[in-house]
């Protein structure tokens, strides 16, 4: 399902793409993947603020911030161990809904506890804006904003589900997004509740 109407070129919804159980087993997979690459806080540069949601990578590289900014690295922040290598399901998902020869380079792990958020951003760390920005919701729904290319512009609400995937490309690639909130309770999938997003990108020029 692609959307139209007001929603950018490029920009893919496709509900309930894994199914429960390919759902389930990717949790376990990511469970024993946390305990090698365990999840940190991640804080704002320069005031050291706390996120709401803690955070993990997989792959080659791995998005961090901290007091001194925004980057990728290639170990972990707390550990200095490499990151873990990504899982083939989520390479065979960029393979098919992604629409880029390049394979990605990074899988960003954030965990959403029931109150987390996250505000309106742009992804713009990467090298390039060539590849897409694959994304994987499990656990509980959010309520995810989607914007334009410019801050202030006008947004758009939509609910994602446990086994939603969502792609901003093309034209959607640099479009402001966030989380607004988290339904607690709206998904089983994760024991101790809340939500998984796995974001897929790629990192340096092709």
């Not at 990728?72 to 161990?81: A, F």
């Not at 965990?111 to 951003?121: R, V, W």
Request: proline share 6%; net charge neutral.
């Amino acid at each position: 399902m692609q959307l139209t109407g007001n929603f950018p070129k490029g920009f893919k919804y496709l509900p309930g793409y894994f199914s429960h159980e390919e759902q389930r087993e990717l949790v376990e997979t990511l469970r024993y993947l946390v305990k090698e690459s365990p999840l940190f806080t991640p804080v704002m540069p320069r005031t050291g603020k706390p996120f709401s949601v803690r955070m993990t990578n997989l792959g080659e590289l791995g998005w961090v911030s901290d007091r001194n900014g925004y980057r990728y690295q290639s170990e972990h922040p707390e550990t200095g161990q490499a990151w873990p290598t990504i899982p083939e399901v989520l390479n065979d998902l960029w393979s098919r809904v992604g629409e880029c020869e390049a394979v990605p380079e990074t899988c960003l792990v954030n965990y959403y506890a029931s109150t987390a958020k996250m505000g309106l951003h742009q992804d713009r760390d990467e090298k390039t804006f060539e590849a897409p920005v694959v994304s994987v919701s499990l656990g509980d729904t959010a309520v995810f904003r989607l914007g334009g290319v410019k801050r202030g512009g006008p947004t758009q609400s939509l609910k994602l589900n446990s086994g939603d995937v969502v792609v901003l490309g093309r034209e959607a690639r640099l479009c402001y997004h966030g989380i607004d909130r988290i339904l607690g309770g709206s998904s089983s999938l994760l024991k101790d509740g809340g939500r998984l997003n796995l974001t897929l990108r790629r990192v340096s020029a092709f």
